[in-house]
């Protein structure tokens, strides 16, 4: 297939791409470098040997999004790129909103206008906000605790009343629980800009020498050690799930949610345990407060998408600590400057 990677420079996108051109397609990266380094394309044309056709692209421009289908044709979009930092999203909700929802708004029709019809859908365990139960079922109550979790559950929304009017176009929500880990090359990984606000990377650089200590958010939450739990998921797994999720839409015409985790949680401290015995270093930590809107535990039941989609997760917290440990060793500023 000849597909778009929308925010394919990004963390998980860049992943995915690895995924996809080694099934064989025919795979185009477009991007804003709003979150992440034009450096990715090197490391990318460097495991992939071939060169990377990229195209610079902002969601947000109604035009130039149409324009760029107008000229181009594609079998399927992978739908990455969104702002995605909870903290922020609640200081200028109206820029997610432009950025996430309106951005979406113009791919949708974009692609409308030039007939591609299968999209796949980065959406997130966000928008079960705090589960009543958990492993989380994909029927568990939606609810959202930050404007980011808005855009996720409203765009599903308007994704899920789109296929509902036209039965020929297809969409998979895809949602991933806690992406961690990097590509077995240490080439390429996660490159956050600014103070990390997730854990892995977080750890990451504490290990690297660049933040002195970790903050434990909390060790007096109702669980086994009193620590935070989620369920982290090595993103080689993840982005190997896009791929299954682009021959699902293709061999059974029709859309899905489907929740992507190992099904294990795993807390703050099992994580930096791990990570310390991964990278043979100590990681300092101090436990302080809470953080404000967190929550105890968070994993998923993945049955629904071994189900349907015939995956599952196969990489361990161990394989998912050591290659984030030999991506940050190999890289400790991230992706060097264009
Ligand atoms: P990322 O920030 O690394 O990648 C997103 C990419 O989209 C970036 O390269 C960014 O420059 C690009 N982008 C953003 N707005 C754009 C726009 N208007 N036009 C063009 N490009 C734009 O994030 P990621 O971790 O790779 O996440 C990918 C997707 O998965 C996001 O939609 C995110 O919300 C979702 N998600 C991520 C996580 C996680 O923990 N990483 C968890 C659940 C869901
Ligand atoms: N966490 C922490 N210190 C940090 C970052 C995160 O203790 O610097 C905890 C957080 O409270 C949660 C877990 O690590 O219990 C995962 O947090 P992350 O932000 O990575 O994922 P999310 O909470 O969005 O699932």
Redesign the pocket.
């Given at each position: 297939m000849r597909i778009l990677l929308?925010?394919?420079?990004?963390?998980?996108?860049?992943h995915t791409y690895v995924v996809l051109v080694e099934r064989g397609h025919d795979v185009v990266v477009?991007?804003?470098?709003?979150?992440?380094s034009p450096g990715v394309l090197a490391r990318l044309r460097q495991i992939t040997g071939r060169p990377v056709p990229f195209q610079p692209?902002?969601?947000?421009d109604r035009d130039a999004v149409t324009g760029f289908f107008a000229h181009q044709a594609f079998d399927a979009v992978v739908?990455?790129?969104?702002?995605?930092s909870v903290g922020e999203s609640c200081e200028r909700p109206l820029d997610y909103f432009h950025?996430?929802i309106g951005?979406t708004l113009n791919l949708l029709h974009g692609m409308r206008e030039a007939g591609v019809d299968r999209l796949v859908f980065?959406?997130?365990?966000?928008v079960y906000g705090d589960p009543e139960r958990v492993p989380v079922r994909e029927d568990a109550r939606l609810q959202v605790t930050n404007p980011?979790g808005r855009t996720?559950l409203v765009m599903e929304e308007l994704i899920g009343d789109l296929c509902r009017s036209d039965a020929g176009f297809h969409a998979a929500n895809l949602?991933?629980?806690?992406?961690v880990g990097a590509h077995a090359s240490g080439l390429i990984g996660?490159?956050p800009t600014g103070i990390p606000n997730?854990l892995m990377p977080y750890i990451c650089q504490v290990a690297v020498g660049r933040r002195d200590r970790l903050s434990v958010y909390g060790a007096d939450w109702p669980t086994v050690d009193g620590t935070g739990v989620r369920d982290y998921i090595h993103v080689m797994d993840l982005a190997r799930a896009h791929a299954d999720a682009l021959d699902f839409l293709v061999r059974e015409r029709r859309s899905l949610t489907v929740n992507l985790g190992t099904g294990q949680g795993v807390s703050v401290l099992q994580l930096v345990e791990a990570f310390a015995q991964a990278a043979a270093r100590r990681i300092p930590y101090q436990v302080v407060a809470r953080r404000p809107g967190d929550v105890a535990e968070v994993y998923a039941d993945p049955s629904l998408a071994e189900r349907t989609l015939g995956w599952r997760a196969e990489l361990g917290i161990e394989a998912m600590c050591r290659d984030a440990w030999r991506w940050q060793s190999q890289n400790p500023q991230g992706y060097p400057m264009a």
């Open positions: 929308c925010g394919g420079a990004g963390y998980i996108g860049a477009a991007d804003n470098f709003s979150n992440s692209l902002d969601l947000r739908h990455f790129a969104a702002l995605k950025n996430n951005g980065s959406s997130s365990a966000t980011y996720k949602r991933y629980f806690n992406p996660e490159d997730n």
